[in-house]
């Protein structure tokens, strides 16, 4: 009865947990899209900020057989900008990389860009379709349904990165190719309003040709 009882309490705190993960992501995405959530901008070193999560990266893989890589420039420069945002980027792409990889490896990169960083998460998950690809930074657009249920989620991890990296006047892109993995690439502008450009984002597919 003991064991049938710890089940139940381990379904009501996972159930909790997602209902709460739920309602602070809609506060997010909320305030965000209202633009009641403005910047505060700051020198930013990434390393330190990427880092302190890879200290703490246990608790998001569930024990999963992942290999998770952290490579960083080592002039990587400092940058001006929001760190709440950057935080939401970065735990948002690497907890979806997590959530669609099983087993296998993903890789964060961060290295210097012409005028800016370029973040990189890179996984070798199950990848995403030509046709899903469009939609994957709508609120509550996730992937097929019955990875999406083995994989849970409230499918809005994704379009709080892309709000956070048009706040930040960033761009995103992603390739990603069926049964191999994605790779999400986020230009971060080492001077957010330095120069005003239209944010963009490109998606590239590359179907699995067997």
């Known amino acids: 009865m003991k064991e049938e009882q710890s089940g139940w309490l381990k379904g009501i705190h996972r ?3 997602d209902l709460l993960d739920l309602v602070n992501n809609l506060l997010d995405l909320s305030k965000i899209e209202s633009g009641k959530m403005p910047l505060s901008l700051k020198q930013i070193d990434l390393k330190e900020v990427v880092q302190g999560f890879f200290d703490n990266i246990g608790s998001l893989t569930n024990d999963k057989e992942i290999q998770i890589n ?61 046709e899903d690809l469009p939609y994957i930074f709508d609120p509550f657009r996730q992937i097929d349904g019955s990875t999406t249920r083995k ?37 971060l502008p080492e001077f957010p309003f330095d120069r005003f450009k239209p944010v963009k984002s490109r998606i590239e597919s590359h179907p699995d040709k067997g």
């Open 151 to 187: 994989a849970g989620g409230t499918g809005l991890g994704l379009a709080i990165v892309k709000n956070a990296v048009t706040a930040l006047n960033g761009t995103i892109e992603v390739r990603s190719e069926p049964g191999k993995g994605s790779t999400f690439n986020v230009f």
């Open 15 to 17: 159930n909790a947990s």
């Open 70 to 130: 952290l490579m960083v420039d080592e002039n990587l420069r400092v940058i001006q900008s929001d760190p709440l945002k950057i935080r939401q980027i970065f735990l948002n792409l690497l907890s979806n990389a997590i959530k669609f990889t099983e087993r296998g490896v993903i890789t964060t990169t961060l290295s210097n860009a012409e005028g800016g960083i370029l973040l990189t998460v890179q996984d070798t998950g199950i990848g995403m379709r030509p």
